[in-house]
C-alpha cells in the first residue's frame, strides 16, 4: 500500500466469518493462510513478515463492511515494533505473560495514544486456539474485558457467533484489519 508513507502489507481481515475459520484468526502472526483477499474474512502467512516490519498496524471501519481493501478506518493506529515487540511475537508464552510496552500513533491525527501501551500475543487453549494478541492499557489476564478504547484492540475469534476483535469499551466489532509495514 502506498498510502500513508507506504510501505503497508495487509496481512489479516476479520468481519463476520462466515467461511468458518473462527478462532484461527487469533493467531494473527503465524503461518496460516486463511480466506480469500476481498471475500470476507482472511488471513495470509506473516510467521516471517514480523521479524523484518517496523510498524504494526490495526484499522477499523466506521461502519461493518465485507471489503477488506477499503481505505476509510474510523479507527486507524500505527504501533512501533520494538525488539521487545518482536520477542513476544515471535515466542508466545502462555497466559499471565509479562506485557511489552508499545507505542501507537493514530494515524489522522498524529497523536500518541494515551492507552495503547501494551503488547503481548500468548498461546491459549479451549476457546482462544492459540496464539491470541492484544494491545491495551490494561494486560493483566484474564481479566481482558471492560477496560477497552478506541485506542485498545484485542484479537477476539471464539466461535461463529464472536466478533472478531473488542474495542470501544468492550464492544465488539465485525470488522477490523492488521497491517505491517516494511521500509525500504
Avoid at 14 to 32: C, H, I, K, M
Avoid at 114 to 126: L, P, R
Avoid at 150 to 166: A, L, N, P, Q, R
Wanted: proline fraction near 3%; charge should be negative.
Amino acid at each position: 500500500m502506498t498510502t500513508d508513507g507506504g510501505g503497508w502489507a495487509q496481512i489479516q481481515y476479520l468481519t463476520t466469518d462466515t467461511e468458518g475459520y473462527n478462532r484461527g484468526y487469533a493467531s494473527v502472526f503465524d503461518s496460516d493462510t486463511l480466506g480469500t483477499v476481498g471475500s470476507g474474512s482472511f488471513k495470509i502467512d506473516s510467521a516471517d513478515m514480523i521479524q523484518v516490519a517496523t510498524h504494526l498496524r490495526y484499522s477499523i471501519p466506521s461502519s461493518h463492511i465485507s471489503n477488506s481493501r477499503t481505505d476509510t478506518w474510523g479507527i486507524d493506529f500505527s504501533c512501533e515494533i520494538t525488539s521487545s515487540v518482536r520477542e513476544k511475537a515471535m515466542n508466545p508464552g502462555s497466559s499471565n505473560q509479562v506485557p511489552a510496552d508499545i507505542q501507537c500513533t493514530n494515524i489522522a491525527t498524529g497523536a500518541v495514544s494515551a492507552k495503547a501501551i501494551k503488547f503481548n500475543y500468548q498461546h491459549w487453549t479451549g476457546c482462544w486456539y492459540g496464539p491470541r494478541m492484544w494491545i491495551c492499557d490494561e494486560a493483566t489476564a484474564p481479566s481482558y474485558h471492560g477496560n477497552y478504547d478506541t485506542e485498545c484492540i484485542v484479537t477476539w475469534k471464539c466461535d461463529d457467533t464472536s466478533s472478531g476483535v473488542y474495542n470501544a469499551n468492550g464492544v465488539s466489532s465485525n470488522s477490523a484489519a492488521f497491517w505491517l509495514k516494511f521500509d525500504s
